[in-house]
């Protein structure tokens, strides 16, 4: 009994933190990338699945630099910045939560 209990808590601290992380990147995005995107984070999650949002972040996020430096040429220097590395972990957590198939829908306009 005392394993599971110390089990679920487990799940539970790792469920938290994956929300923080969430939570983290949701303020990146809205500061960083959205006026340079020119939409919303609820707009900008709902892009792709969620399946989609791990492919674009594998690889220290390759495959979304590409995508939106092409997209969104003024942005091309702010994702290909090294010092964003983490910070688009966390814009990519936040993409990932709220994907278009995932069910979840961020409070930010």
């Known amino acids: ?20 992380d969430a939570k983290t990147g949701q303020k990146v995005y809205l500061k960083t990338f959205k006026a340079k995107f020119g939409m919303n984070g609820t707009k900008f999650a709902a892009e792709h699945t969620v399946s989609e949002w791990e492919d674009l972040f594998d690889n220290n996020a390759a495959g979304f630099i590409k995508e939106y430096s092409q997209r969104f040429p003024a942005a ?32 930010c306009g």
């Not at 009994?1 to 923080?20: E, F, H, T, W, Y």
């Not at 090294?82 to 910070?87: E, F, G, H, R, V």
């Open 1 to 20: 009994m005392k394993k599971l209990l110390m089990l679920l808590a487990a799940a539970a601290l790792m469920a938290s933190m994956a929300q923080a």
């Open 76 to 107: 091309a220097g702010v994702l290909s910045n090294p010092s964003m590395a983490d910070k688009l972990q966390e814009v990519g957590d936040f993409a990932k939560e709220y994907g278009s198939d995932s069910g979840n829908v961020p409070s």
